[in-house]
């Protein structure tokens, strides 16, 4: 395919200070359109890839040497003002506890038309409109009647529409998905995950997903990356990881994935 | 109907938490957390309570440990009704059942090293002399496979998949009948679930030692648990053997849950996926509301 | 920034063995932190043993010295009685810090023993010891206090009773609150659903989690109780002359300092009551900010 939307190209992350490597020369690209599963326990250094491709690296911790570029510019380059700007509109992240990404005291109209304004400059009626667009896109019921709900008015599941809808607001190029329904029960888990792919189709974008749960990603993601200790372990579709898996780690984290069914994924063909 | 076999008894249990009193008007009648649940659990059994936030599964863990005081209904363990006992013989009873928390970082005491938890949980459950007690705390790191030289390490030097064994241990340091172990590897990595769920498996394969198992993952039950009860909104929807319930569900709500199962096979999974994508935009042309079947908990 | 990009910063769980630095390191890093224990340090050393280097004591008179401005023979002057200010000074420091640490430590144990209970046992207990801690609050303190050492005559005695009966609350306040987050967390139900008793869940597990506030409320303790002495001292309820102590110095000061303008009489006393308090309050700050450091690293 073209070039790859997001190229993370042997990256390496630790603390410079102490010359200690915490994720170790991964590489990684995304086609453009399709849905990516970095995959890896805590750990593993899924979290600060992702943090790292942010810009939001914890203090101390820095990019040691490689590069992450987005539509093939490199985005370590750009001025931090330069690279806030990318977050949220090129880049959009649903995270996993909604409660805690949302401001708990402003109405979800007021969270919607700060992003807006911010990233599309739009306002006042046309912030609404496109807010009310949003909401209905990711199933809100009765999206006019919403926006001057709060965040704790909401059900979980809800929240996590609002959040996601939130992250869509600016329309993204690449959409990262960090453990989006860990926060969740169960049954509303599948719903979120569908609407996530289901949105993907129809609006044509490319997601990374980030989760310690490969059962979780067999269905959405077309590419898994594993990651161990900071370093890939092995990447592929999702049919050479789950069917057809080298590396003993991926295996390993296959038979623990548990199942309703008995034949064991990753065992057999 | 009480038989040498049975350990724990669940008998009509009804709780409801303290509603708050309002300022104005009638006191709001309290929506029960536990409505009238009855099950029981065999000698060296594993069951399984399933069941997703709102279930009331945690608040039944806590009835059974007398952490708190059932509105009606018994718990008799060994045919003891454990909420009769007065305040200095329960806390002499209370060392037969043992939780494991969910929260590996707040299950343990941060300032004390994790082998003293142990150690600790012997001296209060024990008449063991001081000096044995570090050996047989050792041993009981063993046990749930953990290297002993953890012994001296703070919580904080652990793992969560470390943290939660060293809950375990301190569990078994009492010499247990019944484990209760609510949602404890909800908290874990799955990789790091599957190794503490074994370790879980191996004691009660090997010491006979019976456990209730509380859960919202149906996978995670069926592969500890020889029987499942499952809770919906502080009712039993359903009980049986594991096999039974998984293979054919009765009741509605315990289908959505085997849905929600994730398929860890690519081809299947979206199959499936597209399947409720497709009734979900069917839903969506003919009502625009398509999530009405979300709870609402605010 | 908006919030859709804003990740909770504290899931990223670092490995901590190695690179997590300690609490001293946390303490030592904060270069405020670092000059308040290096003066308290100073300042402690130099009334403790200062004495043994000084050739004169503080009491003795010597008419023909008298109101001698500071030189390399009396590093601060001399007194209408020819006394020698320095050895007055650190003489009067010994007492004024002996009677502040005597009083926070009574302060504390009894803010201690207050909170705990209030904390562990709640209900009408807890209702009752908040109430008096309400009321002695609400009281004028400094007032208060005076009208007490005036009631039952000044002495070593009555001060530090003056000083921690009105300095107790903040600790058993701060007690009583952690305790009753604490009373609910895992590791505490977990030994209750072992058979502890309350005796050890308070000492072995609660307590000991909930010291970490007390430490930094007592640090800061220490600056309010010499600044309660002094006021005391200089209002002429403190201890009696010829007793120094560095309020009292100030009350002996006032009309050198005014009429005989014998400034080193009122300004030596002065700036080591300034730099007491100035370090104590950098200790108390930095312990605080080093206790919230390692919380932030997840412990």
């Known amino acids: 395919m073209s070039t790859p939307i997001l190229e993370i190209d042997r990256l390496s992350i630790g603390f410079a200070a102490q010359n200690r490597v915490l994720v170790n020369e991964v590489s990684l690209s995304v086609q453009p359109g399709s849905a990516t599963a970095l995959v890896g326990e805590s750990g593993s250094g899924k979290t600060l890839s992702m943090l790292a491709v942010m810009g939001l690296l914890p203090a101390g911790i820095s990019v040691l040497s490689g590069d992450v570029r987005l539509d093939g510019a490199s985005l370590l380059d750009l001025p931090p003002k330069a690279r806030r700007r990318k977050n949220g509109s090129d880049i959009a992240l649903i995270p996993q506890d909604a409660m805690a990404a949302l401001n708990p005291t402003l109405d979800v109209q007021t969270q919607f038309e700060l992003v807006l304004r911010t990233h599309l400059r739009l306002g006042g009626a046309a912030a609404k409109a496109r807010t009310i667009e949003l909401l209905d896109q990711v199933g809100i019921p009765s999206p006019t009647s919403r926006l001057r709900s709060y965040p704790h008015e909401f059900s979980g599941g809800q929240r996590q529409r609002v959040m996601i809808a939130l992250a869509l607001s600016c329309g993204p190029k690449l959409l990262i998905a960090d453990e989006p329904t860990t926060a969740l029960d169960v049954t509303i888990q599948q719903q979120i995950l569908d609407l996530v792919a289901r949105l993907r189709e129809e609006l044509d974008m490319t997601v990374l997903w980030i989760t310690h749960d490969l059962g979780v990603v067999a269905g959405l993601a077309d590419r898994v990356a594993v990651l161990r200790h900071g370093r890939l372990v092995e990447s592929g579709t999702a049919e050479q990881i789950f069917y057809h898996p080298e590396h003993p780690y991926t295996r390993q984290l296959l038979a623990a994935t548990p199942t309703l069914f008995d034949v064991e994924p990753g065992t057999g063909a | 109907m009480t038989t040498p076999d049975t350990l724990v008894e669940v008998e009509h249990l009804c709780y409801a938490y303290p509603s708050r009193r309002s300022l104005i008007g009638p006191k709001p009648a309290a929506a029960l957390a536990v409505d009238d649940v009855s099950f029981s659990i065999g000698r060296g059994e594993i069951v399984a309570l399933v069941g997703e936030s709102g279930s009331g599964k945690s608040t039944i863990g806590r009835l059974l440990l007398a952490m708190l005081r059932p509105d009606s209904g018994q718990v008799r363990f060994e045919g003891q009704d454990v909420h009769a006992l007065g305040h200095r013989a329960s806390r002499a009873h209370r060392h037969n059942y043992q939780m494991v928390f969910q929260d590996p970082y707040s299950s343990l005491n941060p300032r004390l090293r994790v082998g003293d938890a142990v150690a600790e949980a012997l001296a209060i459950t024990s008449d063991l002399p001081a000096a044995d007690r570090r050996e047989v705390a050792e041993s009981l790191l063993r046990r749930v496979r953990l290297d002993e030289e953890i012994y001296d390490r703070l919580p904080s030097e652990l793992s969560g998949g470390q943290r939660q064994r060293v809950g375990i241990a301190r569990a078994l340091a009492a010499r247990p009948k019944l484990i209760v172990a609510d949602e404890a590897l909800a908290s874990l990595d799955v990789s790091i679930q599957a190794q503490v769920a074994q370790v879980l498996r191996d004691l009660n394969e090997q010491e006979g030692l019976s456990m209730l198992f509380i859960t919202h993952d149906l996978a995670m039950a069926r592969r500890l648990a020889s029987r499942i009860v499952v809770l919906n909104r502080g009712r039993i929807v359903e009980a049986g053997a594991t096999g039974d319930v998984i293979r054919a569900p009765k009741d509605p709500y315990t289908r959505a849950l085997i849905e929600a199962v994730p398929i860890a096979d690519p081809l299947r999974a979206r199959a499936k996926q597209r399947e409720r994508v497709e009734r979900l935009r069917g839903q969506f042309a003919a009502e625009p509301h398509p999530t009405t079947d979300e709870r609402t908990t605010s | ?299």
């Open chain 3, 1 to 299: 920034m908006n919030r859709t990009s804003a990740p909770r910063t504290e899931f990223v769980r670092l490995p901590r063995s190695s690179s997590q630095p300690g609490f001293l390191a946390l303490y030592w890093a904060n270069g405020a932190a670092r000059f308040g224990l290096i003066t308290l340090l100073v300042i402690l050393l130099l009334v403790l043993i200062g004495p043994l280097f000084v050739p004169f004591t503080p009491e003795q008179i010597d008419l023909s010295l008298k109101n001698q401005a500071p030189s390399l023979v009396h590093l601060m002057g001399t007194d209408e009685l020819g006394r020698d200010v320095f050895a007055r000074v650190l003489d009067g420091g010994r007492l004024t810090i002996l009677v502040a640490l005597i009083a926070v430590g009574v302060a504390i144990t009894v803010g201690v023993v207050v909170g705990a209970i209030a904390g562990y046992f709640g209900g009408w207990v807890d209702n009752v010891l908040m109430r008096i801690a309400d009321v002695f609050y609400s009281m004028p303190s400094l007032f208060v206090v005076i009208l007490l050492v005036a009631l039952i005559g000044p002495g070593f005695a009555s001060i530090i009773l003056a000083i921690s009966a009105f300095s107790w609350m903040t600790t058993a306040r701060l007690l009583r609150a952690s305790i009753l987050s604490l009373k609910k967390s895992d590791f505490v139900q977990a030994a209750r659903g072992l058979g502890a008793t309350d005796l050890r869940l308070i000492a072995a597990h609660i307590l000991p989690n909930a010291l970490a506030p007390i430490f930094v409320a007592a640090t800061l303790g220490i600056a309010a109780a010499v600044l309660t002495e002094s006021a005391l001292s200089f209002l002429g309820l403190g201890f009696q002359a010829p007793q120094a102590t560095w309020g009292g110095l100030l009350e002996e000061a006032q009309r050198a300092v005014i009429s005989g303008g014998q400034w080193w009489r009122g300004f030596f006393p002065g700036v080591m009551i300034f730099l007491v308090i100035l370090s104590v309050n950098f200790i108390g700050e930095g312990l605080n900010k080093a206790i919230l450091g390692r919380k932030e690293h997840g412990e």
